[in-house]
């Protein structure tokens, strides 16, 4: 009995829920990682062979090919999410359309939390960039990774003033 006991603690501990900083380490595992030469990346051919590539089609038209030298910022947080065990990280290549999803979810709000999804908008406009929060800066910035930000994996340190929102993933504690 004692054994068993022992086996399903070790168990629990073995397939626990990802955490924020779980979800961080695969990310800046990426930093420096770039596109190649027409656009793309790594992350843009992994998206294409997933189930986000079939639905954005569904939902939005095109084909799947469109999204080898799309804008790849958003491919890249929903590939650390499935990279890192996260659920509830959502999955998508629009970034209006995945800021959405969150809002559906009841996972949407104005405080920068470490690894919360957050979304840009630069000059006023729609949402137009995506990445994780590290952390909260508590000086009117937060500092970020983020993917395809100068054409790489990048730590940015952003104005919260270019900040939509935030998006929560499901994270254990």
Known sequence: MIVLVAAILIGI?????????????????????????????????????????????????????????????DMFVTWVGV???????????????????FKEQGRWGATPRPGAVVFFSWNGGGIEHVGLVIKDNHDGTIQTVEGNTDDAVRVRTRSKDDVVGYGYPEYSA
């Open 83 to 101: 990279q890192s065990g996260v659920k509830g990280i959502g999955g998508d290549a629009y970034t209006p359309a995945h800021a959405e999803w």
């Open 13 to 73: 501990r073995l397939h626990r829920s990802p955490t924020a900083g779980d979800a961080l380490k695969v990310a800046l595992s990426q930093v420096g990682t770039t596109e190649d030469a027409a656009g793309g990346s790594k992350f843009n051919r992994w998206f294409m062979s997933s189930p986000f590539a079939k639905a954005g089609v569904a939902r939005d038209g095109g084909s799947i090919g469109d999204y080898a030298n799309a804008s790849w910022c």
